[in-house]
Structure formats: C-alpha cells, structure tokens
C-alpha cells in the first residue's frame, strides 16, 4: 500500500499526525479506532506508528483506541503498558494481525480461484501459533482481539480460531473479524452462531465497482453480505480502513445503504447505517451509547437528518459542529485534501 500512495522519505512528525486527526474532527469525527504498528511500517513508509502516537498522546484532538500490530506477544504487553501511562484520550483496545491479503491485489484467501485468475486462491497468512498467543495475551490485558479476513477462506480458519477461544471461556465480545469481506452462507451461520462481532468497511464497495464482479464472477453475490449478516444476527460495527479508503463516516453511511449499485438487496437501512458508525461502535468499545442520558457530549451536528434523507445526500451532508468532552471543535471547514 505505501508504494501505492507514494511512501515517505522520513518519519511523520507529530505536528503532521495532529493536523491528520484534527481533519477527522471536521469530518464530524469524535473517536478512532486506529490499527497502530511498533517496530516496522505498515502504510506510507512510517517506520513505528505507535512512537508518534504516543508522541502526541497529551494533545490528541479526539479519542483514540489503539488495536496494536505487534511483533510478539511480549510487544503487544510493552505497547500496552505503554499506551495506559499515556494521555486520557488514548487508550488500549487490543491486539490487530492478518490472515490474507486483499481482494484488489489477488491476495485475499479463497477457497476457490479468483474468476479473473484461475491459477490463483490468493495467500492465506495464518500462522495459528502466532496468531493465538497474540489474541492470548490481549485478552489477559484486557483488550481484544481484530484479526483481518477478507477470503472466505482465510474468514473460515478465523472464525475456527476465534470459536476454539470461547470454548474455553472467552466472551465473543471482546472478539472481531475485520472485514468479513467473502462470506459463504456457512461462514455467516458460524459467525452468527459464535456472536462474535464483524467490523465491516461500506465504502470498499465504492472503489471496487469496475472490478468486483470481475474478480469474483458469481460469488460477487457473498460480498459485504451487511443485509445478510443483520439478519443473521451477527454484530456490525462500520470503519472505513483509512488509508485504503477515504474516512468520512458518512460516505460510509452512504454506501451501506446503496451499495453503489452492487447488490442492492444487501442493503441496510437509514437507521441500520447510522447506527453503524454510531451505536455499534460505542457498544463495542464499551463506552455509553452517543445521545444516552448521562453520556459524554462527544456529538455531531449536521446540516441535515441522515435517517430522513436519501443515501446520496448523505454522501453530500456538511459538518455544522462536532463536541467533545462537551466543547464545540474549532476546525477548517474546507474539505480535507484527503477526501478528495
């Protein structure tokens, strides 16, 4: 991904990661769930991620909750004693690591080949030793555990791991496929049957309109199942794997309910949407739900109602305002060049 974006020559300064999060602040964001590396680069050339953030700890201008990408498990412990002597905006959320790649690069895991490259299933990267003395050791911390799934293949090894996990007591809260991109009928009952939580990204759907169907052919149809998965039962939470893709959550919000064409029975509702980068997120960082009595007053106001109105005027809603700890931001109202 970072030859993709350019890469950088040198580390990002401090004040480049404010300004960064201060831009998020304008798109109506109040907190991150943000996949943080220590020790190598795993976007644009920024050598050890978790540094800087901590660099910047006492100034963040929103809440962030750090899922580490760590070497050992021992890593994973050192970040987080080090991420909780840090300012009161930043906290620990747990342990992120990958079973495959991705589907635009032919890498995501599959069962069966990719429709535009038969000779290819894509790379599963699952090194279950690793991976379950990682998620062993965030649990004991009292993090969680985002393992990264976009094949159905590499969701299927994931969820057997996750499921030998709470066989022995975890509860599946604390337990999250990210992406859950290719997902057969079987693959859904399981994760809904484990309860475990699936942190899907709508504005994939967006950016991969001219090639999807291509690279899947007929299984286009078990992708970014978000209809299917709620029916299901199976806990959504809405990102936007930024800087894959752009951060607004209303683009988000947007696509999940058009799907920009593909597969439209696989759309949420106006209120499904929301609440998917609203309710689902707060539910599943244990924090109170946005709007409830006696929550804090981190809170966004728009220009219009997001429920009322339809999906492309979401896309095209202005930031009027966004609170947090109670205080209206003050930020640049232009749009961010990172959005487009």
Not at 188 to 209: C, D, I, N, Y
Not at 306 to 335: H, K, L, M, Y
Request: charged letters at 20%.
């Amino acid at each position: 991904v970072g030859d993709v974006l350019g890469g950088r020559t040198g580390d990002l300064e401090p004040d480049e990661l404010l300004a960064a999060l201060r831009s998020l602040v304008a798109l109506g964001i109040t907190r991150i769930c943000a996949m943080v590396s220590m020790g190598s680069d795993t976007f644009c050339g920024i050598r050890n991620e978790l540094d800087t953030l901590l660099a910047v700890a006492d100034d963040l201008p929103l809440f962030v909750t750090a899922f580490v990408i760590a070497p050992s498990a021992d890593d994973l412990a050192t970040a987080a004693e080090r991420i909780e002597r840090a300012g009161r905006r930043l906290s620990f959320g747990g342990v992120k690591d990958f079973t495959d790649g991705s589907l635009g690069g032919h890498t995501a895991a599959m069962r069966s080949p990719y429709a535009d490259d038969p000779t290819s299933t894509g790379t599963l990267r699952f090194d279950e030793p690793h991976l379950r003395s990682l998620a062993e050791r965030s649990l004991a911390l009292g993090g969680e555990v985002a393992f990264h799934a976009i094949g159905d293949h590499a969701v299927g090894e994931t969820l057997r791991l996750l499921g030998d996990l709470i066989e022995r007591g975890v509860s599946p809260g604390r337990l999250r496929v990210e992406h859950a991109s290719v997902m057969a009928d079987a693959d859904v009952a399981a994760m809904a049957e484990l309860g475990v939580r699936a942190s899907v990204q709508p504005a994939f759907l967006a950016s991969e309109t001219t090639w999807l169907g291509k690279r899947l052919g007929g299984r286009v149809a078990e992708a970014y199942r978000f209809r299917t998965m709620i029916d299901a039962g199976i806990p959504l939470l809405g990102g936007s794997d930024c800087p894959v893709e752009p951060p607004s959550p209303l683009w988000g919000m947007a696509v999940a309910r058009d799907r920009a064409g593909i597969e439209p029975t696989e759309g949420l509702s106006a209120s499904e949407a929301l609440g998917l980068f609203t309710d689902a997120v707060s539910l599943a960082a244990g924090i109170d739900t946005p709007l409830s009595a006696g929550a804090p007053a981190n809170l966004t106001l728009l220009d219009l109602d997001p429920v009322e109105v339809e999906a492309a005027s979401v896309r095209n809603a202005e930031v009027v305002s966004t609170w947090i700890d109670g205080e209206p931001q003050v930020f640049d109202t232009s749009t961010p060049s990172w959005v487009g």
